[in-house]
């Protein structure tokens, strides 16, 4: 009885000591990722890994390369999960993300993954653009259907286009990179040039376009071919088009900024296992393991469609494209919401 004071602040102690045991890590992620693949990539890796949580920071490619860059003295994000690989190159560049080497790299396809020596960015899946058509509007409005790149100059399309602004969007620099290198510099920018006295408004999403697409918004969107087999499948009435002339692609791509933090190496390296592939071959076709290989419904064949691309002169020259971009197309930009 005489011990009974001791009690209370033992079992106290004994709790907050179970407490912080069992408190799980948080790391803070960066990530341009569709919003809808979050939790699933989330509940992933935290069933694989109980002591760690997912903070998710998430914005479109563009306005999250710009927060990284913004943030390069006092970084605030522990690892970058699911951003392009031409934002990935420029932020290697920069210092922000750090050279490792994780484990599982050897099963990951060489095409999508940081050439140089110092590794620092690892392909999770590549990520293709297309042209979502809505053959309801299209048959209302007597517009047909568009083959190439070269069609959508046609004035029929005038008002009918939708694409994703590229100083916001991953997607649309993509594309406008994808121009670039296909066709040249001068020819890629006279071909915008015509091809925005067709377009309705640049959107500040890349998946966007095809839902404006959808939705009956606008006939035509350039966007995501992701987002074009979802919406096809659930049954809007579009088609996803591979324009002769070759479509956009890039790798979506893992990287570590806190070198200090192993729950953050963990989280690269669980994100190259299969395990991790197969969650994302639940969206995208091409992934980065090379033992996953499922087919996607209604994802187009996008293999005969891919341009060469560049990253590295993608990350390169970004500055510079998106500023002459900007100075020539964003009055018609919608509004940032």
């Not at 210092?95 to 599982?104: E, F, N, Q, R, S």
């Not at 020259?317 to 100075?327: D, G, I, N, P």
Request: aromatic letters at 8%.
């Amino acid at each position: 009885m005489k011990h009974r004071w001791m009690i209370a602040p033992l079992t106290a102690i004994a709790a907050l000591s179970a407490t912080s045991a069992f408190a799980a890590e948080e790391l803070t992620v960066y990530t341009a990722y569709e919003t809808d693949m979050l939790a699933k990539f989330k509940n992933g890796f935290e069933k694989a890994n109980p002591d760690i949580k997912i903070k998710w920071v998430r914005d479109s490619t563009g306005i999250m390369t710009a927060k990284l860059l913004a943030e390069k003295a006092n970084p605030r994000a522990d690892v970058v999960w699911g951003l392009a690989g031409s934002s990935m190159a420029l932020l290697k560049d920069e210092g922000i993300l750090k050279p490792y080497t994780p484990a599982g790299l050897d099963q990951i396809r060489p095409n999508l993954i940081d050439p140089e020596q110092d590794k620092a960015w690892f392909g999770n899946d590549a990520f293709f653009n297309a042209v979502c058509f809505n053959e309801m509007v299209a048959k209302a409005q007597g517009l047909p259907k568009p083959e190439s790149w070269q069609d959508l100059l046609k004035p029929v399309y005038k008002g009918h286009i939708a694409m994703p602004n590229p100083a916001s969007s991953g997607t649309g620099y993509m594309q406008v990179s994808a121009w670039m290198q296909s066709m040249g510099d001068d020819a890629a920018w006279d071909y915008m040039e015509k091809l925005d006295k067709n377009i309705a408004h640049y959107t500040h999403s890349g998946s966007k376009p095809c839902v404006q697409a959808g939705m009956g918004e606008v006939a035509i969107g350039i966007s995501m071919a992701i987002r074009g087999a979802k919406l096809k499948t659930q049954g809007a009435p579009i088609d996803i088009i591979m324009p002769t002339g070759g479509v956009g692609w890039e790798s979506e791509a893992v990287g570590l900024v806190n070198t200090q933090s192993d729950a953050a190496k963990r989280l690269v390296d669980w994100s190259l296992s299969k395990e991790a592939n197969h969650l994302y071959n639940a969206f995208y076709p091409v992934v980065g393991h090379k033992a996953v290989n499922k087919p996607v419904k209604n994802y187009p064949d996008v293999e005969r469609a891919m341009v060469k691309m560049d990253f590295s002169k993608m990350a390169v020259s970004r500055q510079e494209v998106l500023k002459t971009w900007s100075a020539k197309f964003d009055a018609k930009s919608e509004p940032r919401s």
